[in-house]
């Protein structure tokens, strides 16, 4: 789901695996390659590919991994390119959809006509978007933990998965564990972990200088300030009495729960752009790439380049709603409280993206989803879930990060937003978009900003004065329907 330009920085699991999924296609049969997270190819000789589907391909490989019946509900197939990833639903036809690719990517990317041309989609097995963190605490099966770990591996590694720091060290600690075994004193660590560095840690963290300068320093055996906080966490790893030697099933959960401290973990990513603020009276500050990151926890809009999150909401601190390319250019629109030099104002923030459509039906389905499930979980908190022998118990409340100045705290002063007094009873959230604009009493909306929320205002078809807009309810895909091709 992700756009190139989004993807500042380390390539995703995308562009790791920018490949054919149909290796030969004959008269009756063809070879199928699924991708898993860590580029790991599972091939499947199948029969009637065109009309085959992603639920009759997902339990193949199921098949040939020998996965237990979870991960039916823990994974799910993708089709990714460089410039697209769509999680398909049970009923879609990968190689249909295939063929209608470069549809797809008119239609939900700025690619130019020929990257579009020249794009090829592959088919990954990967987590389920609509997986929820509370289900992968149950899970006990060393193979679907293992996937789970590669690919939170992966995206941490990518950058894709901000971090700080001490995280991003804690983490790559696990992985030294797991790739080299348990810590040894006396063995030259620091030289081993020192060679594959960008193996453990995130490449912005690997970087060194260069020149005479850097050389010199490099004679020295003393470790980088990563090297040294990795090797030292490293040495803080946990080994579980009485574990057998070949078992990595605790360091893979207590990666994952690691992983679970991140808001924004799990998340299905699509591209877009913000306005940045503006620098001054008369110059405009443009706009800057971001990454949507959407969940059945919430949405985080995070900084492609600067790689820490920009704004953090759950679904019950936001209302939303999207423009389509026919009424003025794509975007999704945010709604959410916040406070202007002590005021409190209702801020607006428009993301830029020909995926709007997609993030606001990913939205809307998740809350559905949230609201369904609140049951089951709240009988779940009552018995508990049943935990595995030897196994880390999961801790009894997950806290979130929030160091001062940490990579996942919003940073809401770097946007650029509209804010407006609330004129109106509040309106229930989460909901789509309500949109009550004051009247500029209290000075707090600009000029510029009032006249753009106007103009968005008139684009989503509602009138000058106090209105609400209310999406059609009903069914709710995840993904629109891909375009029928022309003849």
């Known amino acids: 789901m992700d756009g190139t330009e989004g993807n500042a920085g380390q390539p995703g699991p ?6 054919s999924s149909v290796s030969s296609v004959g008269a009756r049969a063809a070879d199928v390659l699924v991708y898993l997270a860590d580029d790991t190819v599972v091939p499947l000789a199948v029969e009637n590919l065109p009309s085959l589907s992603a639920h009759e391909l997902h339990r193949a490989v199921r098949e040939v991994l020998q996965l237990p019946d979870i991960a039916l509900e823990a994974f799910a197939l993708w089709l990714v390119s460089p410039l697209l990833e769509v999680q398909l639903k049970p009923k879609h036809q990968p190689y249909k959809l295939g063929r209608q690719w470069p549809e797809l990517l008119l239609r939900f990317t700025d690619a130019p006509d020929d990257d579009v041309a020249m794009d090829e989609p592959a088919l990954q097995f990967r987590r389920n978007v609509f997986f929820p963190r509370r289900r992968e605490l149950q899970i006990h099966d060393e193979d679907v933990l293992r996937l789970l770990y590669e690919e939170a591996k992966g995206n941490v590694l990518a950058a894709r998965y901000p971090c700080d720091l001490e995280d991003c060290e804690a983490l790559g600690a696990l992985v030294c564990r797991v790739q080299l075994g348990p810590y040894q004193p006396g063995l030259p660590a620091a030289c081993t972990l020192r060679e594959k560095l960008d193996s453990f840690l995130p490449a912005h963290l690997c970087k060194r200088g260069h020149g005479l300068f850097a050389a010199l320093r490099g004679r020295g055996t003393k470790a ?16 579980v009495v009485g574990e057998h030697e070949a078992s990595l099933s605790t360091h893979y959960r207590a990666y994952l729960l690691k992983c679970h401290e991140l808001p924004f973990y799990g998340c299905a990513f699509f591209h877009g752009e913000v306005d940045k603020p503006a620098q001054s009276f008369l110059h405009r500050g443009g706009r800057k790439p971001v990454a949507v990151a959407i969940s059945l926890e919430g949405v985080h809009v995070i900084d492609s380049r600067e790689k820490h999150v920009l704004l953090g909401l759950h679904f019950q601190e936001l209302s939303w709603d999207h423009t389509s390319p026919e009424e003025e250019e794509s975007a999704l629109w945010l709604e959410f409280d916040g406070d202007n030099e002590g005021t409190p104002v209702n801020k607006l923030l428009k993301i830029y ?6 993030m606001s039906s990913l939205i809307e389905y998740c809350i559905e989803l949230n609201h369904t499930a609140e049951p089951a979980a709240t009988q779940e908190s009552v018995s508990g879930p049943t935990a595995a022998p030897g196994s880390l118990p999961p801790p009894a409340q997950r806290p979130q990060l929030r160091r001062q100045g940490s990579v996942v705290c919003s940073r809401i002063q770097h946007l650029s937003t509209i804010d407006y007094v609330e004129e109106a009873p509040a309106g229930n959230r989460p909901g789509p978009f309500l949109g009550w ?5 209290a000075g707090l909306v600009s000029k510029q900003d009032e006249e753009a929320a106007t103009a968005m205002r008139k684009g989503l078809g509602l009138g000058p004065g106090p209105a609400i807009r209310m999406l059609p309810k009903g069914p709710s895909p995840v993904f629109p329907s891909p375009p029928t091709p022309s003849p």
Do not use: D
């Open 437 to 441: 604009f004051g009247n500029n009493s």
């Open 353 to 358: 993206s020909k995926q709007a459509e997609l």
């Open 224 to 239: 980088g300030t990563g090297e040294q906080g990795l090797l030292n966490a490293y040495r803080r790893v946990q080994e």
């Open 14 to 19: 995308a562009e790791r695996s920018h490949r």
